[in-house]
């Protein structure tokens, strides 16, 4: 990178001028709630954190940041747990709290232009009054930004019959880390060119900061039917999933709680009226017409049946529904009676692999003597081993980032992938070489240095700092065999 | 290098029955037909591109080249590189609704094999025999059931290409929730060999269904109107129809085609309803298929695009409230001119396609003609502030009109960061460009 042309007391001086006074904080005290995102074991201070107000806002931040060569780090509501929105040493943190808007919604062609900084969970309420709304629906919801869902490619629960983020995405505003605005905003159904958008969709934040997205709604569906299976085993909880999925069913949403979870939160707020003597229980969705929830129901039923639940709970009104997914979605939060801190995996596997995966993160843990919970949406083969510990307790830290290792090379060796829905971050860096030859990693080095040709924008994150330095400064060499590719 | 020197090249790698020639691509001052070399394994399509790496030869790659009209001609192209002969199935998984295949297989095959473990291929794109299941992700090609399986983009799990060095490239996996590293292979698709080549693709399936159905509706009249409000009311139900299509055949009427397929309760359940609003906007009784005969039905409305031959297709696709205003004008405009094409709305998805015949069947569409339709056009494909934009792509042009239609569409927004990703990701220039909008 070449040298800064700017002083930081002149840099922090012209921001303020761009953003208002309100728009800059530069405090060491304030700036201390922005050192680390979910995943708190890591944490640095930035240097400051800039708050822009809209996309000229955001441009004239960059082009400023740009010139002081300073880092930066984009940042939604800081509920990412992989550490993609952990501040660099001497960087700034860019974030989208002041960006809230809803700019347009069209309720006809079923799309709505929004700022980044509008937390997920509005924009659905926003929409509910045209019948219509936003379907990617992470846990964290309630709080995450859009533009934090667009950088992680966010899933949840639902996102096994409606996809993730980067199916309901039809355009964006991007600003380039040196303060150029580009207008992919469209909308379109289809790209003219390369799917810039597709592309952009999960890349943490460090091919561009999005300021406005415009995403894809749906009709709120004509019927809604929720159902809690309660099983005496995890693995015949596990294996009815199994059966759901061979049967060509396509329930909204599939989900498993286990024992040490359901006492958490049924301990917690977010008590939902889990059975605390189950072993395990499975949250199942389905969402549609009223014949295709009937009979996508029936016959769930019938499956979980033979496959041993105890009891199956229907919700008998909104209510009690909303209810059944508060305590889904606070499990994590009602995580923290249990210990002072919790390790939140993310592992995914082909869906045939998931119970040997869930046996394996038992044994793995038990291995290590640690406190496993484990919640996991089973229809995507996606788990959360949550693994309890305390951060002052340097030898039980030490052993959960050993098993939080294993967990990802089991994962590897069963066919599946590092991440399902909360990115590489800092968190997994290590590991990307478990699953990506160099060649693979080289090419995203290169399409990163396309963006960003200066890794101004969150480096060190995602793609192992020496691979791409190697990338870029390696001559064009003699290419490996097609037998030595994975 | 000459093109029979390219041949002795590709010759000292590859045996004849490996070795052909593509004719139907003419490029701009290039005699004679383009070598074409079909490779039977994945070692040796990445020896190819390290010996045109090496000897600075521009290549083109293609699956079977049913696309190969679609795009402007390169600007240059020093030998095809097809995937035709790497096929086959590398992994399918029924109890996981995913499969990875090589690239040079048929998406008639992948469709065959995956029905027979119970799930349907999406695409279900026009003459499945005769597109490769590479060259269709390559081409971005959604299928007949759009409407229900969203674009082909959003279903590729992940992919394996080789790059202008002749390495072997992977992204994603065979997985249905997978967000580690970039999402290259969402470049991919639709990048129509400009960044690489595509070798094998790892795909999300869908449910085969229980029970099919197709309803026809014909229309008395010529105009598309009355078959755009039927179906508009039947898009406005909380059903999930597979497709909706309006389609008009020279000298013929009008026609509403919807096909339903899912859990057979469902799909009867959907047609009722079907019929119930057809009866409310007074539309004519319509011919019910079901089964056999419904597949069948449906297979003939998907074929048909490509079955209707060499005329060029005029595509048009947007949002759907300014998209079904342009369709409206430009099926009067070509009607104005004396055209009776055929054509096919989608109207769920705001895309519609005209076969322009030419004004005399036994001559080609003159490059004049083509000229005036895209002065006609051009307006309507320009962006303006607050509306979602019109695109506007030919398909089959004449050779000699293709320099003076924008083939896929005007120069997008982010031409310039899509030309730095090329470079990036070949800076030697051995994929040929110039065939995508915005010079790639």
């Known amino acids: 990178m070449t040298a800064p042309s700017l002083s930081r007391a002149t840099l922090i001086d012209e921001l303020r001028r761009a953003l208002g006074p309100e728009g800059v904080i530069a405090e060491p005290t304030r700036l201390v709630p922005y050192e680390s995102d979910g995943l708190a074991m890591l944490q640095q201070r930035p240097e400051l954190v800039v708050l822009p107000r809209d996309t000229a806002q955001c441009s004239a931040a960059l082009r400023l940041l740009h010139r002081a060569r300073m880092p930066i780090i984009a940042r939604g509501a800081g509920t990412g747990l992989a550490g993609g929105a952990t501040p660099a040493r001497g960087g700034a943190v860019l974030s989208t709290a002041r960006m809230r808007d809803v700019l347009q919604v069209d309720a006809q062609d079923r799309w709505a232009r929004v700022q980044a900084g509008l937390v997920n969970v509005d924009l659905s309420r926003v929409c509910h009054e045209h019948g219509l709304f936003y379907a990617p629906d992470p846990s964290s919801q309630q709080a995450c930004t859009l533009g934090g869902n667009v950088a992680n490619n966010s899933g949840g629960p639902h996102c096994f019959k409606y996809g993730c983020t980067n199916q309901h995405v039809l355009g964006l505003v991007l600003v380039l880390a040196d303060g150029e605005v580009l207008d992919l905003s469209g909308p379109t159904l289809d790209p003219v060119g390369l799917d810039l958008v597709g592309l952009f969709v999960g890349s943490e934040g460090t091919f561009g900061i999005a300021t406005e997205l415009v995403l894809r709604l749906l009709p709120e569906p004509q019927a809604v039917e929720t159902v809690l299976a309660v099983f005496r085993d995890l693995d015949a909880a596990c294996h009815s999933v199994s059966e759901l999925i061979a049967a060509r069913l396509e329930p909204s949403a599939i989900e498993i709680l286990d024992k040490l979870t359901i006492d958490a939160v049924e301990r917690s707020v977010y008590a939902a009226g889990y059975p605390r003597e189950a072993e395990a229980v499975l949250l199942v969705e389905a969402e549609g017409s009223e014949v295709e929830v009937a009979v996508a129901m029936r016959r769930t039923r019938e499956i979980l049946n033979a496959r041993g639940a105890i009891e199956l709970r229907s919700a008998r009104d909104a209510h009690e529904r909303k209810k059944l997914w508060a305590g889904r979605k606070g499990a994590f939060g009602a995580m923290g009676r249990v210990a002072p801190d919790l390790y939140v995996a993310d592992a995914v596997v082909p869906r045939t692999k998931l119970r040997e995966m869930v046996r394996r993160t038992v044994e793995i843990c038990r291995e290590r003597g640690l406190r496993l919970a484990t919640v996991f949406h089973a229809g995507d083969g996606n788990l959360h081993p949550n693994i309890c510990y305390d951060r002052r307790d340097a030898d039980e830290t030490r052993r959960v980032l050993e098993a939080g290792d294993l967990i990802l090379k089991a994962c590897v060796d069963a066919g599946g992938a590092l991440t399902g829905e909360h990115g590489v971050g800092l968190e997994k860096l290590a590991q990307m070489e478990y699953l990506f030859s160099q060649q693979d990693l080289g090419a995203m080095c290169r399409v990163r240095d396309a963006w960003d040709p200066e890794r101004q924008l969150n480096p060190g994150k995602l793609l192992p700092m020496r691979v791409c330095m190697e990338a870029r400064s390696a001559p064009i060499e003699a290419p490996a065999r097609a037998a030595d590719a994975r | ?440």
């Open chain 2, 1 to 440: 290098m000459s093109a029979p020197a390219v041949e002795t090249r590709l010759a000292g790698l590859l045996d004849a029955s490996e070795l052909g020639a593509l004719a139907q691509l003419e490029l701009p001052g290039v005699q004679g037909p383009l070598p074409l070399a079909a490779p039977s394994t994945i070692e040796q399509a990445c020896e190819l591109l390290e010996l045109a790496a090496q000897d600075g030869l521009c290549v083109l790659p293609l699956g079977y080249g049913s696309k190969l009209g679609w795009y402007a001609p390169p600007t240059r192209a020093d030998f095809a590189l097809s995937t035709r002969a790497l096929r086959g199935i590398r992994s399918y998984e029924p109890e996981d609704g995913t499969l990875s295949a090589l690239a040079g297989t048929s998406v008639a095959e992948v469709a065959e094999r995956v029905a027979a473990g119970g799930h349907a291929l999406s695409p279900d794109v026009s003459c499945p025999g005769a597109a490769s299941i590479g060259g269709t992700i390559a081409a971005g090609c959604s299928g007949f059931d759009r409407l229900l399986a969203g674009p082909v983009r959003n279903l590729v799990l992940g992919t394996r290409a080789i790059d202008g060095e002749g390495r072997v490239l992977k992204s994603g996996g065979q997985l249905v929730k997978n967000v580690t590293g970039y999402d290259l292979h969402r470049l991919h698709a639709g990048s129509g060999g400009a960044l690489c080549l595509l070798v094998e693709v790892s795909l999300r399936l869908l449910p085969l269904p229980e029970l099919e159905l197709a309803l026809c509706v014909r229309f008395p009249g010529a105009e598309l109107g009355p078959g755009l409000a039927a179906a508009r009311a039947l898009l406005a139900l909380p059903a999930r129809w597979r497709s909706v299509l309006v389609r008009r055949a020279p000298g013929a009427g009008a026609e509403l085609c919807v096909c339903i397929g899912g859990k057979a309760e469902v799909a009867r359940a959907e047609r009722e309803l079907a019929l119930v609003a057809l009866a409310a906007a007074r539309a004519p009784e319509p011919e019910v298929l079901e089964g056999e005969a419904a597949h069948a039905r449906r297979c003939a409305w998907r074929d048909e695009e490509q079955a209707s031959g060499r005329w060029p297709e005029l595509v048009l696709s947007g949002m759907p409230q300014r998209a079904l205003l342009g369709i409206e004008r430009v099926h009067a405009a070509l009607r104005a001119r004396g055209c009776d094409p055929l054509v096919r709305v989608h109207p769920g998805l705001a895309s519609a396609s005209w076969h322009v015949a030419p004004l005399e069947r036994a001559a080609p569409l003159s490059a004049a003609f083509a000229r005036e339709l895209a002065q006609e056009f051009s307006e309507l494909g320009r962006r303006r502030p607050g509306e979602a934009p019109l695109v506007l792509q030919w398909r089959d042009a004449p050779i000699d009109a293709r320099g003076e239609l924008e083939l896929q569409g005007a120069a997008p927004p982010g031409a310039e960061l899509m030309r730095r990703i090329q470079r990036q990701l070949d800076p030697r220039g051995v994929f040929a460009r110039g065939r995508m909008p915005g010079g790639l």
